[in-house]
């Protein structure tokens, strides 16, 4: 594929004036506190706070192992390049560093002093050792000798054992132990078992901390040896991958060789409990080689990922409402309830599903399942981005080359967290006899597209899904996303041209519905912000809403603050991170930026603008991002079809009400939740109204 050079793409050297913006990371973390305040709001259900809790300490270590590390990179290496905020990589780094620690410090305080008692009020219960009955212990006791202890192995520190190698994100105990013959105190390390419950049942809804009962047992490890000390902590490690694309004779290859050396990368945080003694952190901050500036001291249990052990107890009484999505109206037989046939009715008219209101399995993954069944499919060509464990996707791909069809997978095996697992997929692939195709130097595949082949007896038709998430089963009952199927001639061309692109060394760059990156993408919705300037120049109507998951770029900010200044509405609803600067006088008065946080994640990206009349709507993968638009294969769709238009438009006027509860973003960055209007009045929740919304229909 050919990566455009054009002068109208803005060169990454470009100065920006750091009034204007943001600073990347610390939105970041502003979004992360966005999350933490769903868990501290005592209107939502306990084990709906409890999932926030871990969704926050998740998001964190993944911030900690790229972003941080990111920067301790460029720190080191000497990297003086300001940000477009204008900060330098270590005032972003302290700044980051402290932020991040009183966010922690929230998020312990919320689980211990709120959720915690809460739960123990509702049966549930998470106790320490010291809490446990005599009878409980010796049951535990029991647990411990024939399920943990095998799989325990403490690690000495002495002139003849080195500090051993501290894997990323693990839980472990640091032991002083003390010889009684001779006298002399000793350090040791014990990792707990990541592939152990993080919290053990004692009984019914009684549960440990793990760590806790390897704590109290740590004499069947060092028989003989008098244990002085023991202290859970955890660090963090650069989990970033850095793969020499340019100079690898084999990308998978080097995948590969890059994924073994990842484990090793550099520490970037620890955290320790409040108890832990002076002279064990000493060690553990010399052998590590970390400042204590990254030493993060934290009311225990540590790592509190693990409260997903409990949300996922069998309590309804505790969570919201179970929703069961429908079969998408344009696709639902109503009459017979029996499957519909995807081709058929794309036949007849485009279909926009949207997940998780809509079913995945009765839309998108039927449409690939019936395309392996179908006799008439000639070929399949699929992106592969991220997809589950058991994927019934996968599954369908393998049928289809297996009964003969012309299958291509474009599996990106440099998706972040799930490399080994797509390369897993590929390799799946291939022994079934389907084409694979491993990303691109240089560039990510990030879009969503499936294309299918099939001989309909006078012609051979193209059917195509255009999506804004992941071909992933499992995620689209929780993530929020638009797809849409179409036979549309235009659409299945463009969509056909790009995957030779991708596959092969065709160059292509003129699409008549799709809006690609790298080459057209960013030039596209500038243009188009750049028209409604126009538009509201000569009278006619104009607006611009977007809906994404970040807005990062510049380029595309600056031309937002154009379309702000020439007198154009801009509404901006970002589930993330957000570097534009709304409300400032002369500059984005007329910006509104709100953001949307709940049950579902805000998966989908929209581009609206009112187009002086003749409403203009894309839908797709991309994000406003310099990686989303530099480097990587991202499509956005234009939509059509006017009752897709009207249910788009629909969904933002829902959004941006002022009866919706939502986040606002000031100048300063600052994020102020408004849950209830002048009155006192509770204002809706866009999830809860659009479950209402799809319910209602037959």
Known sequence: MSVSTSSSQPSQSVSWPAEQFLDRELSWLAFNERVLELAEDSTQPLLERANYLAIFANNL???????????????????ATRAASGMLPREVHERVLTQARALMVRHASCCHDEVLPALTSSGIELVRWDELTETERTDLGAMFRSQVFPVLTPLAVDPSHPFPYISGLSLNLAVVVRNPVSGNELFARVKVPPLLPRFLPVAGERFVPLEDVIAAHLDALFPGMEILQQHAFRVTRNEDLEVEEDDAENLLQALERELMRRRFGPPVRLEVEQSIDPYVLD?????????MQEVFRLQGPLDLRGMWGLVALDRDDLKLPAFVPKTARA??????????????????????VHHPYDSFSTSVQLFLEQAAADPNVLAIKQTL???????????ALIDAAESGKQVLALVEIKARFDERANIDWARKLEQAGVHVVYGLVGLKIHSKLSLVVRDDGDQLRRYVHVGTGNYHPKTARLYEDFGLLT???????????????LSGYAMVDDHRRLLVAP?????????????EIEHHKAGRPARIRFKCNALVDEATTTALYRASQAGVPVDIDVRGICTLRPGVPGLSENIRVISILGRFLEHSRIFEFSNGGAVDTWIGSADLM??????RVEVLVRLIAPEHLTEISNLLDLAFAPTTSAWHLDQTGHWQRITHDDSGMQLADFQATMIRIKQRRP
């Open 487 to 501: 036979t549309d001639a235009e659409v299945g061309e463009d969509v056909a041209n790009l995957f030779n692109q």
């Open 61 to 79: 270590d993944e911030f900690f192992m790229v972003r941080v590390a990111g920067l301790k990179r460029r720190i080191h290496a000497g990297i």
């Open 519 to 531: 080459q057209a993408l960013r030039i596209g919705l500038i243009e188009r912000i750049d028209r």
């Open 331 to 352: 696709l639902a037989d109503v009459e017979t309830a029996q499957a519909p046939d995807v081709f058929d009715i794309m036949r007849q008219r485009d279909v926009l």
């Open 385 to 395: 981005y991220r997809t589950s464990g058991d994927s019934p996707i996968v599954d």
């Open 626 to 631: 310099h990686r989303n638009l530099d480097r």
């Open 283 to 291: 060690v553990l901050v010399g052998e590590l080689g970390i400042t």
